[in-house]
Structure formats: C-alpha cells, structure tokens
C-alpha cells in the first residue's frame, strides 16, 4: 500500500487550484523549492508521476488527477471532523448523562433534555433507574 502524506496532499491540492508552483508556494508560506520537492516525494511515495514538465511550468498527470479525487474526500472527512471538534471544545457537543430513579424521570425524553440543543431520549433503563442521553454539552 502506498504512503499518503496528508500535508503533501495539500500542497498537490493547492498546486491544482492555484496553477504555478510559485503562487502555491505563496499560498503555503513556502519556497517554491520546497514546494517541488514535497511534490517530488510525494510522487515517489505513490509511486507515479504527479506533474509533468510544461516549458517552464508543470501540469498535473492523469494520476495527479485521481489521486485528488480521492483525496478530496479525506480532506472532507478532516474538514466534518475539525467542525466536530470545534464544537466539542465550545461546549456545543458532547455527550451528557443523567441519572434518576424511574419514577423520577419522564419515559421517553420529552421535556427532560431541560433546554439542551439536542437530546436522543434513549434511555438506559435497568435496575436502578432509568436515564436520558443528551447529546447537547458536556
């Protein structure tokens, strides 16, 4: 299986969207230098070209092309997962657990979140009470 480097992903990425090895180094904070020679690794790690030389600028190769379309949904994934993260951290998700005699707590959820954004109403049941999952702060 081949290496994927998720860093040298994004700067063949930003390669595609910005068109010269120059203002993707620009993009980056890097040196173009060291752009081409992430790339060249990257490349090399795959297994396949990436860029073909065009005069004095690159084109991305036929596999430069699949390789972003694969690509693109990881940095979806990592995207879904930062905003996840985000909001964990904000206090907006998370998972609370609250415990009570059953006779204490009302089945199925309705109203016993008490102003939590969101509540699954699963309740945990057994002995000793039943519970309400929600999944609104921490």
């Not at 396949?48 to 690159?58: D, E, F, H, S, T």
Request: charged fraction near 20%; aromatic fraction near 2%; charge should be positive.
């Amino acid at each position: 299986m081949a290496e994927w480097d998720i860093r040298k992903l994004h700067i063949l990425r930003t390669l595609r969207e910005r068109g010269t090895v120059t203002a993707t180094a620009e993009a980056l904070s890097m040196t173009p230098s060291a752009v081409s020679q992430q790339l060249t690794n990257l490349s090399k790690q795959l297994g396949v070209p990436l860029l073909q030389a065009q005069g004095r600028r690159v084109r991305l190769t036929d596999a430069a092309r699949l390789v972003l379309r694969h690509a693109e949904a990881v940095f979806e994934q990592l995207e879904r997962a930062d905003a996840a993260l985000a909001a964990y951290v904000h206090g907006e998700a998370g998972e609370v657990r609250v415990g009570a005699f059953s006779t204490a707590v009302p089945t199925g959820g309705a109203g016993a979140a008490g102003g939590a954004p969101r509540c699954d109403g699963a309740g945990t049941g057994g002995r000793g009470g039943g519970g309400v999952r929600a999944a609104g702060g921490r």
